[in-house]
């Protein structure tokens, strides 16, 4: 089936924009990218590390005790930023990204896992603390990996054929309808791998559901920062990039 091409698509820019096929920007100078890629896998790592072992509860008005995985407060800024990545550099360097914060993690639970294991010295009387926060880090590490592959490359893919479907239009449909997929196939992965045999499962499916519906539930809180963000990129890259002809595969890191 031939693929969509940019000089057939009715896409509409801002001053001083200009529409371009992903392949277009290879070697070009971006402002921001970088920046975008440190802050991404900070916002992992931070999230895995200090949020997602604990779980809280709180009392909602009009709907009471709601028992969520603490984490779920800052994780979805990940997904947020990606969904920006996606819409201002295109999926290829959104591909990138995600490696980087796949590699990060890696480091992170190794890093976690040799402290642990350390024998303390004599005296110190931190080591069953700090066991037992970090005791399951490469654990949860190793399922927040699996997850937050599969999570972030389904939300990049639908992000970035969503624009060329709808010609660059209704970014809100493009940040909500990728993190309702995206963030479906993270949850499913991630909490089952992570504390299934650690917490009940009545509670495993708890969190679940909950989680998921306020992961979405925030994604569309910020989609007015997400516009604010993505239009505030474009202009300052000058560019626009449409996913018309690009290799979806996520087995790679060349952009």
Known sequence: ?????????????????????AGAIQGARLRFYDYCMVAFAVIL????????????TLNLPLIGAVTFGTGILFFPLGYVLGDVLTEVYGYARARRVVWVGFAASVFAAGMSAFIVAMPPAEGWEGQEAIAQVFGQVPRIFA????????????????????KVWTEGRYLWTRTIGSTVVGQGVDTLIFYPLAF???????????????????????EVALTPVTYAVVNGMKRAEGLDVFDVDTDFTPFKTKV
Request: with cysteine; glycine share 6%; hydrophobic share 60%.
């Open 1 to 21: 089936m031939r693929r969509q091409r940019l000089e057939t698509m009715a896409v509409e820019v801002a001053d001083g924009v200009r529409a371009v096929e």
């Open 45 to 56: 790592i931070c999230s895995n590390l200090i949020g997602a072992a604990k779980v809280s």
């Open 143 to 162: 399922a927040s990996i699996a997850a937050f592959w599969a999570g972030e490359f389904a939300n990049a893919f639908v992000m970035a054929r969503m």
């Open 196 to 218: 299934w045999g650690v917490w009940e499962p009545a509670l495993i499916v708890t969190v679940m559901l909950t989680n998921y519906i306020l992961k979405v539930s925030w």
